[in-house]
């Protein structure tokens, strides 16, 4: 998280594309549709979507899952006349949301976001919206977006009934919307470190607490921006030709999604910032506990052992003498002594009990 | 609270509803007042109120107490003209306050707060003002909009005499004031757990701060949209033809309470994010006082352990040397040991005391 | 502090005045001036004050000291055309500063501060500027407005060579200038506070630093908008036919007093989020010292008992061996004991001393 | 810091002087340069003055080093139409950094700094610049803007080329640029302040950490508001008759060096406000040190008293039992338990080296 | 880095260069293109620049590496009529990234990052556009435009197509590209030091973080500059006729560049940030680790010790009594004290791993 793939094109002109060896080539699929008709040839071709746009008829749809190789990017700009930083975004695959405006398209990134191997991946997920076609591409394997073509493919919907600026945003929503049970997972997680946090403090805790404040910096700096996007649509949508009036009050809803999407980010924030605090004053409190049980034993074997100490000394000895130690001569004295010892034990423990030190409900 | 409902419903259309099953059916009653006449039928009837609406005279109000099912909704939406993704956010539940202006209505979303439980509930209260009329929706089982029903009975307030637009004022007002009691009840059970703590920070105390902190957290995230919902309102006054301009003080008024509410949102934020440093000191505290106790005792004894162990030595089985420990052959020998030890306690006794240590009344 | 009067007004219509019971009467002072002449009545009078403004001559000024009853609001309201919202700002006493302009009027509300009780107390101070007229309202005992009566007393003042505008600024200057004396009480109070804390830190500091925290942000929350009133006032100055353009320089000037009192709030603030520091840092240098003192006591004494224990032990019984504990049958065995004791006590005081636990300068 | 001395001026009216007394009278100089002209009279008088600036020929600059006693205060308002505001601010001298624009005169005010008695001194820089003239009055002992005289001395600067505004701006860089070498001074003393944390936190670090950060509040406070003068100067010179276009790059560069003070302000704070870390985490590396240490002792002698307890017993005065401590009739027995204790301490010192507690490089 | 050479240039006149002594000369190479042709003169001068700039046809680079002595500087100032504010930013070394605007240039100063010695180091880097021609100075021994000048030498780049406005472009692209690898750098090694912190936290830890935290706060400090500049030149692009429209696309990718390193330097900046926590968390877990160890052993042997003097005392000299310590005439009194300890032994290690003390996996 903390490296870039910036870093290996310092010095290259800007708009140049490299030639990437080994992906899994992407796969293309192509929906045109307009009044009561629908067109999903099996074999996406460019040339006949290029065909399709030229007619300025229906909507064009090519949606390519994976990363798109070198060649396939030039064609498409080529074809349909996309500015070379645009394809030089494409390919990087490290760029935040964001929205370009250029004479002829809209070029809007977006981050979609995935729960794989117990942490959040997030893809960058692009939108081209030309005149009557939209062209997404999505870097990733699995192609989540079967369900619009489903919906397509019943005539009487309303992304059946209007243009491409709509089709963008069903997209835009689709992407938005899949954070929400990523989001949720991740909270899951979280709450989960939390109450182990409680119980026991171990020390995997530290990097599980750092690594919860790495995933949710990432992510709050990948999504915030998609809240400026869309609301440089809803702004867009007077003056962009390409965006309909109409679709003002559903990018404003999509618009309260990503507040959504953030809200939820804030409050993950809050409670990962408090773990950290948790977490020490875990470790504090049973450090505490140990220290409590091991000086109250220390505690109370001090005094006896200088009791035993007392008639271990050898004045005794001395049989000259009333004073030398006349209790070692009683004849109860030894059992005095455990006497003492144990009034000595009851006294202390009696304390400790009042100080709340022992025995005592609260800690 | 981590939690959102968005989650099943990625992938659907937007403006889609969903057939809710099992909840109470909800409650309409309808008012309609003119001039000097006012009119509540037993049975709120949504044909009626179309028909009340179309005359274009006086205030038409309906208010929904509970959660509409999918049927009314819709019905509301074809009778009244309610845009889908207005009907949408009345049945999700999980909006923040908001302002949605359409071209027929003005519809609000505001955060009703209820004390339940020992905890804050907030529940969505919608609110759509249209041409001469308002419809109140609020998913909850308790109706506290009876206050204004009874206002409306007696003729010479200022509520029969003004128009729609007061009626919604009257609804925000209402909504917004039931939050002070909430928060006064959230702002002493605060006080409470900051006066448990300082006294005795027991083990439940850092989940209650947890708690308290994210309450406040929900609190803040979905009180602090009123203000700008408010303030877009009141700018709102002079090109929206549903607004009269003779509103604004009375929004104005409303703004200000509005403020008040974030007042006092800020002022506990201050006094919980306190609570962790208090808890913290007090159970530091705690140690001390523990500690110090027990060692105090630790201390007082090992020096007299000390002496005990040197009479305890075999050097006067030497019979040979006088310098073969004398003192145990001395005739006040053993009384004068405990003459040292005494004198030994007594002066660390005194050294404790000088440096603070014990009965002193400063810690 | 925690608390808010709003609580029992909820449901009720805005602008309604509520009747209070058992406030001692407030006290009113008119004066009229107008070119060289000055007319205060001993008995002030609204109907009186009525007539003079209905003269649209010269200025006239009536000052309400104490919280008015319902009836002295509602007649003033009637009289002067007053805003019933206007009315319940007053008697609420718990707003913040502010500014509203209505079409007739001008209400400002101000906090005045007061140290009362070793405690900041904020009072309202509500002041409202109509055409040739102020009327101010201080629900306080303590009439404070006495300095400026004095120098309309005296002829060739500015105040009596300008506008009731003026009177308004003069009003405001006081009520702004009479913070000072009090935040610099209550600095001190805070400077004592952070003295105390050096030198020993006791169990009353941490309630101490709450209140101090607690009653700053009071303070801040209470003044902050002071600043945002009076640059109001200032841009009012150009479309407000009350403001006169000469009164520029002199809100200029008021401004800049209250930046002088936020930069003293926030002086304070910085102070007072810096206790809580000392205070911890304070209590564990104590108890370093305590386990520092104790623990060197400890660890003095453990070798010697060692010692000690060493020849407690009873191989000297053995007499038929050489090699049992020889040392006690050496004739200056004993005294050997007690010089090895003494050189091991020097040894450890010689080690401490030079790690730099023991009568060192630092610490 | 924490003081104020608005506190004496409550209730005053605006813009009254006070007479101070017992204050060094105030040195006055006096410059006149026109073309090739320069008039540098012996004793600075203000008649003079007046009469220089009515002849709207050249620049005038009076600069008067000291704090100005009332009646000097009067005269100049008097003859040079200064707002009695201005004046006020002048003979307060606890004024911020600020830019005030009156009809005739531009009154800036700037906060010289300077090192004294190793603290940071901030004393307040008037300046008035009017039609042909720049007034300076810079309220401290020591003069420093004698390099500006010397630099005027010389014909062909740029300095005698330009008008007031440009000996304004000279004027305005010299105080700014006479904050670096304190700031640096204050850098230092920071550094060497972090220095002595680290080796060793002694008692009056917590104050002398109090202390800096302090300073460094106290300069930000007024140090920041310079920004906001010059860039509003910057703003003016579009519109201020008194400002020349010409002035625009030198005032952006004069931005800058401010842009460079803040720099510095904000490097110093983030360095002042990692002290307090260091200092705790210094103290708490100190008393490990000296607990581990101690502790090691203790734990060493533990055992090996155990063991001398063990022999201690008198279970060995039997002599009907083979079974009572046949040890102690052993030939070797004694040097057997010097053995037994050597091998004990030998293997918890290897056992403390292995955990790293003894003789380990690391801490 | 909390110095400054500000210091050193106070009281002199703005724009005034300084003579520098003992740097190495500065290299420079100059470039001139036009159509299809490129001149790359071996001796690049000045006098042979102003005549290629003077046709008004192509574009003229000038690069100069190194520090420019005095008279270059002078020179440079005379020929292309750049302002002496211009010169004196050139020559000091300490700008932050800025952009001024004078009527015949664009002046644009950029940080160029270099990782040497294992520490940041950023050098400024001038940039000035001129009609027709770019003079970039780099203060510093390494060229690294040189990959520029390869890109040059190719006759059918977008370089040679375009004017100097694009030159300037490719010249900031180069210095922002060049900042990645080396915050890469930078944040492998406080990677490198996180896990350093986690696994041992050693004395040199606390400085190795104030030294991470000092080296960010720099570079963020010189850095988030870029962004304002380039923004600014996106909004030049409009009416800065230097700048032409067809370099926006360009410029908005150069600014998501910096965005992308802003990002990078946030990323670290939490990271940095948390370090501390890391190293406290660490030397705390370490520490109980001792204290827990340690407090065991003690704690195991004190009881032991007690068993031990109670058949240490003397009381079995007393042959009178039944009660005298009848356990040491007992046949197996010794065996039976053995097994009493080793029972005590077991019980309390049982004791100790029942609370997971000793023995457990976790911590």
Redesign the interface.
Same mark, same amino acid.
Do not use: C
């Given at each position: 998280?903390?490296?870039?793939n910036?870093?290996h094109?310092?010095?290259l002109?800007?708009?140049t594309l490299i030639d990437e060896v080994g992906a899994a080539p992407p796969r293309l699929s192509l929906v045109h549709y307009h009044d009561g008709s629908l067109y999903e040839p099996e074999q996406a071709r460019l040339d006949d979507m290029q065909k399709l746009v030229a007619n300025h008829e229906g909507v064009t749809w090519l949606h390519i899952q994976g990363q798109p190789e070198k060649a396939l990017l030039e064609e498409l700009g080529e074809r349909f006349d996309i500015?070379p930083?645009v394809l #030089?975004?494409i390919q990087s695959r490290?760029? $935040?949301p964001?929205l370009?405006e250029?004479p002829e398209q809209v070029f809007v990134v977006l981050a979609a976001a995935r729960w794989q191997h117990d942490a959040v991946r997030l893809e960058q997920f692009n939108l081209i919206l030309g005149e009557g076609y939209v062209i997404s591409i999505h870097a990733a394997d699995e192609d989540r977006t079967g /369900?619009l073509r489903e $919906?397509l493919s019943l005539s009487r919907?309303?992304?059946r009934t209007h243009g491409a600026d709509y089709l963008l945003y069903?997209l835009m929503?689709?992407v938005v919307?899949?954070a929400?049970?990523v989001? #949720?997972t991740f909270?899951?997680s /979280?709450?989960q470190l #939390?109450e182990r946090l409680?119980a026991?403090?171990?020390?995997d805790a530290?990097?599980a607490i750092?690594s919860a404040?790495?995933t949710l910096?990432?992510l709050r700096?990948q999504l915030w921006p998609t809240r400026e996007v869309i609301s440089r649509l809803i702004r867009g949508v007077q003056d962009e030709p390409l965006l309909d009036e109409e679709l003002r009050?559903?990018l404003?809803?999509?618009y309260?999604?990503t507040?959504?999407v953030m809200?939820?980010l804030?409050?993950?924030r809050?409670?990962v910032s408090?773990l950290?605090?948790?977490?020490?004053?875990? /470790?504090?409190?049973r450090?505490?506990e140990?220290?409590?049980?091991?000086?109250?034993?220390?505690?109370l074997?001090?005094?006896?052992?200088?009791i035993?100490? /007392?008639?271990?000394?050898?004045?005794?000895?001395?049989d000259?003498?009333p004073?030398?130690?006349p209790e070692?001569?009683?004849?109860?004295?030894?059992?005095l002594?455990w006497l003492l010892i144990i009034a000595v034990v009851i006294g202390m423990l009696l304390f400790f009990k009042r $100080?709340?030190?022992i025995l005592s409900g609260?800690?």
């Open positions: 998280m903390l490296h870039t910036r870093a094109r310092a010095g002109p800007p708009g500015h930083l #030089e975004d490290g760029q $935040r964001k370009d250029y /369900v $919906r919907t309303r992304l069903a929503d689709l919307d899949q929400f049970p989001l #949720e909270g899951n /979280v709450e #939390e409680v026991a403090p171990d020390r530290l990097p750092q404040k790495r910096m990432h700096r009050p559903y404003s809803d999509l309260d999604h507040i959504h809200d939820l804030e409050t993950y809050d409670v408090g950290m605090d948790i977490y020490l004053s875990s /470790v504090s409190n450090l505490n140990i220290m409590r049980t091991l000086t109250i034993i220390s505690t074997f001090i005094p006896l052992t200088f035993t100490g /007392v008639y271990g000394m050898n004045f005794g000895n001395n000259h003498s004073w030398a130690m070692l001569r009683w004849y109860y004295g030894y059992p002594i $100080r709340g030190w609260r800690r």
